[in-house]
């Protein structure tokens, strides 16, 4: 996977419930982002984080938590307050930030029952 | 807040043709703008980036421009194949370590 492993590939979920999706990288790189992905919306972002024990929100961080207490792990959590969570979740990271090129995981497909 | 505006959201191209995918970017602090290509079921993957200090940037069938005065730059594929076709996105990026992504573009390449 590129060295950026998601898991699981995909999930299924009852409304109310929270799940958390992980993604852990092995390319010792500084930053990490999620994205969500729908049909015609392209990627948005979610959280990303530059270093250990920091982050901040994107542009849809509503209904979403993470957290970063590892360099190489980012999971994230979906949780019950998110009105529509069926969709796909990318996971990303490079090294810091600015004109450094982003390495992506295979994705998370979400489907809430 | 930062925005990436990406136009047009579907083209269609006879095999051979040249293919355009125009972006527009808000933050005058971004500095980094790649562009990566997402086939069906698949993660996506970097195709050409560019920087703010450069103008143009070519690799083999591909190209981008930036225009910084504008906030505009662009995409570029000639002699497009089949193997062209897929979801492209836009991407602008600045120091602040936020990335944010255009709506993406369907490019359909006719045989």
């Known amino acids: 996977d590129g060295g950026i492993t998601q898991s699981p590939k995909y999930l299924f979920r009852k409304e109310g419930q929270n799940v958390t999706l992980s993604c852990e990288q092995n390319?010792?790189?500084?930053?990490m982002y999620w994205y969500r992905q729908d049909p015609g919306q392209g990627l948005r972002l979610i959280y990303y984080s530059q270093i250990v024990n920091d982050f901040q929100k994107g542009d849809i961080a509503e209904g979403y938590s993470v957290s970063r207490e590892k360099k190489e792990s980012f999971p994230l959590t979906v949780t019950s307050a998110q009105k529509n969570p069926t969709a796909f979740y990318l996971c990303?990271?490079?090294?810091?930030?600015?004109?450094?090129?982003?390495?992506f995981g295979a994705g998370s497909r979400l489907t809430v029952l | 807040g930062e925005n990436v505006e990406q136009h047009p959201s579907t083209l269609s191209v006879q095999e051979g043709d040249s293919a355009v995918i125009k972006c527009t970017y808000s933050?005058?602090?971004?500095?980094?703008f790649p562009w990566y290509k997402q086939e069906l079921g698949k993660r996506p993957q970097l195709i050409i980036d560019i920087r703010s200090n450069v103008g143009e940037k070519k690799d083999q069938r591909i190209a981008v421009t930036l225009n910084k005065t504008a906030k505009h730059f662009s995409l570029h594929i000639t002699e497009t194949q089949p193997e062209d076709s897929a979801v492209y996105f836009c991407?602008?990026?600045?120091?602040?370590?936020?990335?944010?992504f255009g709506q993406g573009t369907t490019l359909q390449v006719k045989p």
């Open positions: 933050d005058s602090a971004s500095n980094y």
């Open positions: 991407a602008a990026s600045s120091n602040t370590g936020k990335l944010i």
């Open positions: 990303a990271s490079r090294t810091g930030s600015g004109a450094n090129v982003l390495t």
């Open positions: 390319l010792n790189h500084d930053a």
